[in-house]
């Protein structure tokens, strides 16, 4: 880039548009084409140099050559460099080393940390799928990125109020909500269409006719109370008694027990810590100018803390079905259309609602032969509450490392500040050769002009006599 006046006349030269002088644009900008731009990774900084360094040609080196690893830039222009852009370096450290710098607009530099999005995640942890499965604990959010650090080396700045810094960590992801416990597994149900099919009813009928034609021989001899559990944790209660001429039958399946073990919600998820601001260093001529410019420099901020994950409700006991006949045309069943719980009540009185138990019709049951199917109201199982909020909670000091901050690795200021006394040094040497150059260029100058006059060096200068300046008088007019 040429001097900060040639600044001006590109800038008019961009605004040139209300005409298609294309041609003429291009040849005004070509006579102010910009001094070559180096830019090579050493470790991981990128470094740029050249003998006068616009922004935008710094920017255009950094998108060609910055890689994952790349944590700072160093711009170091032997002469000069020039804002005509803006630098945007989120994260990155970044050197300014140059003799002049000069920002003729408004423009800023912003090494911010990125902040985290959380739209990359997901809010919540897996719930617990399977009865009784505890929920995912929520994973914590991912700090902010740090902002990265400035440093600033000059020996003559122009327009430094025109520069504005910003400095702010990135803000910390939000923590994960924990995923809720699946309920306890309910307790198992008689299925109706299976204990009270068809087969069964075709028994029940052939029974009735047996002890018909044998006065209840058959029942007596073979039916006797039968209790027990299966597989399933389903209790029965099974019965076939003879009554006058009639049979009596009684089915009751108690539903299982649900199981005691509910899934815990997961923990909450912590949110991730912002981002560190970045630090500054700013000397013009060896003299530290820290509040000369707008810094903006604030600490991220931190993450939203997710939620704890909801405990699983307890399961239910499995509901209980019976039925009952007292004749072969008097049938009745419970809980088969509508969920109940029920219970057996043995009494010495016979109605409508009751079948006969023959071997209890004894003095040891008080002859208390008869018995009754009974509803009751449902109950759920209450088990312990679990979901203790306190207790779920993560604390600090389960907090993982991807959600802690780090702060940017420091710019090694005292080898900056090395680089510059070279610099300077350098640009010492090159003024010093430049007045020689200048001095040179006067000796020749004066050599053509006596080339040009005919004079030449061996010449010795001879000094003119002096003029006798005796005055005349009248007495030496008149020969007196």
């Known amino acids: 880039m040429a001097d900060s006046e040639h600044f001006y006349l590109e800038e008019l030269v961009e605004n040139f548009t209300k005409s298609n002088n294309d041609v003429v644009k291009e040849l005004i900008k070509k006579m102010f084409i910009h001094d070559g731009v180096e830019a090579f990774m050493e470790d991981k900084k990128l470094k740029i140099t050249g003998y006068k360094i616009a922004t935008s040609d710094a920017i255009k080196a950094v998108e060609v050559h910055k890689s994952p690893t790349c944590a700072e830039v160093e711009i170091c222009a032997k002469h000069e460099i020039i804002f005509d852009k803006d630098l945007l370096l989120l994260g990155m450290n970044l050197s300014l080393i140059t003799i002049n710098l000069s920002i003729p607009k408004k423009a800023f530099i912003d090494l911010s940390g990125v902040n985290v999005n959380n739209e990359c995640h997901p809010k919540k942890a897996k719930d617990g799928e399977n009865p009784g499965e505890n929920g995912d604990d929520g994973n914590d959010g991912n700090a902010g990125q740090s902002s990265g650090n400035l440093c600033i080396l000059v020996q003559n700045v122009d327009n430094i109020n025109n520069l504005e810094v910003i400095l702010n960590g990135g803000k910390g992801g939000d ?270 100058e004066i050599h053509r002009l006596y080339e040009a006059y005919g004079i030449t060096l061996n010449d010795h200068y001879k000094p003119l006599l002096k003029a006798n300046d005796d005055f005349l008088t009248p007495e030496s007019v008149l020969g007196k």
């Open 175 to 444: 923590g994960q909500d924990g995923g809720n416990g699946a309920d306890g597994e309910d307790g198992k149900t008689a299925d109706p269409e299976k204990v009270f099919n068809t087969a069964h009813k075709v028994n029940f009928v052939v029974k009735s006719f047996a002890n018909f034609t044998t006065r209840g021989t058959y029942s007596n001899i073979g039916e006797k109370e039968e209790e027990g559990e299966n597989e399933d944790g389903i209790k029965f209660y099974k019965n076939t008694s003879y009554l006058n001429g009639t049979t009596h039958c009684i089915r009751l399946y108690k539903g299982g027990k649900a199981k005691s073990e509910v899934g815990k919600g997961g923990k909450n998820g912590l949110g991730g810590k912002g981002g560190f601001k970045g630090d500054y260093f700013v000397s013009i001529n060896g003299t530290v100018f820290n509040d000369t410019f707008e810094v903006e420099a604030q600490d991220g901020e931190n993450g939203k803390k997710g939620s704890v994950g909801k405990n699983g409700k307890p399961g239910t006991d499995g509901w209980d079905i019976a039925e009952i006949k007292n004749n072969i045309l008097h049938e009745k069943q419970y809980g088969v259309k509508q969920k109940e719980k029920l219970y057996l009540e043995f009494s010495d009185e016979f109605s409508d609602e009751s079948v006969y138990i023959r071997n209890r019709d004894t003095d040891e049951y008080e002859h208390k032969c008869y018995v009754r199917v009974i509803p009751e109201e449902p109950k759920q199982v209450i088990l312990s509450d679990r979901n203790c909020e306190e207790e779920l909670a993560k604390n600090e000091e389960e907090r993982s490392n991807e959600s802690l901050a780090r702060k940017s690795n420091p710019i090694d200021i005292e080898v900056a500040k090395e680089q510059f006394q070279m610099l300077t040094q350098t640009g010492f040497n090159v003024s010093t050769d430049v007045e020689s150059e200048v001095e040179q260029e006067e000796i020749v």
